[in-house]
């Protein structure tokens, strides 16, 4: 099946530093996502990309599509405490298939 | 109001039982999904439905059967509980549009429901 190379799994960054996380694929994707996930909910969406090389933002944070389709970042600038959490990238080839997700960027914020 | 509520958002079970988990969305949209979330925090897709028919069914024992009276509702019914079973179940649905346009296809999640089997 369709694998998303999500990296880095955890980040322990100090509040007020950017942070930067990636996807990868084998397989071209024709949608990007990214998603947050708070302690006992569920995804919520951040950022979705439909064009490759598409960059768009939402205030702190900055998401691009790779040119290839097959990657995409995610930057959060500036963190603060409430940005802790796990964020995932998400991505589907057709409008029918499930979203296929990565396995998670784990964002620790130390005081 | 909730778009995509789910009940019970926990449940706790013993082995070789059966249960039912209920999702509801009011956004509208025409698939809804079920995901499975282990404890490793993998999200993995289980089933979908488009309009009541089912359109994607992963590798999942049969012991897990989705029923979708409409569209607005899919519930997951599992018999014979395994200890392997235990994980947070997160239904979703979303809007599947053939052209791409703001919105298109994004999945909307639950709250999920944190299933445990004893």
């Known amino acids: 099946g369709q694998q998303l190379n999500q990296s880095p799994q955890s980040m322990f960054i100090q509040e007020g530093e950017d942070v930067s996380m990636n996807c990868t694929s084998s397989s071209i994707f024709n949608t990007w996502l990214w998603y947050k996930q708070d302690p006992g909910e569920g995804p919520v969406l951040l950022i979705a990309?439909?064009?490759?090389?598409e960059l768009t933002s939402n205030g702190r944070l900055t998401a691009q599509f790779g040119i290839t389709r097959k990657d995409s970042f995610l930057n959060i600038s500036a963190s603060i405490p409430s940005d802790v959490g796990i964020y995932f990238c998400?991505?589907?080839?057709?409008?029918?298939?499930?979203?296929?997700f990565g396995k998670g960027t784990h964002l620790i914020i130390q005081p | 109001d909730t778009a995509v509520s789910q009940t019970p958002k926990y449940l706790v079970t013993q082995m070789g039982n059966d249960k039912s988990i209920k999702c509801e969305q009011n956004?509208?949209?025409?698939?809804m999904y079920w995901y499975k979330q282990d404890s490793k925090k993998f999200l993995k897709i289980m089933f979908s439905?488009?309009?009541?028919?089912?359109?994607i069914n992963e590798t999942v024992p049969n012991r897990f059967s989705p029923k979708s009276p409409d569209k607005a509702h899919l519930n997951l019914h599992i018999n014979s509980l395994e200890l392997g079973d235990s994980a947070v179940y997160f239904c979703?649905?979303?809007?599947?549009?053939?052209?791409?346009?703001?919105?298109?296809?994004?999945?909307?999640f639950g709250a999920g429901s944190r299933l445990t089997v004893l």
């Open positions: 956004l509208g949209h025409d698939t």
């Open positions: 990309l439909y064009k490759a090389g």
């Open positions: 998400a991505g589907h080839r057709a409008p029918a298939d499930g979203l296929t």
């Open positions: 979703a649905s979303s809007q599947v549009r053939d052209r791409v346009s703001s919105g298109a296809n994004v999945l909307t």
């Open positions: 439905y488009n309009n009541k028919e089912l359109i």
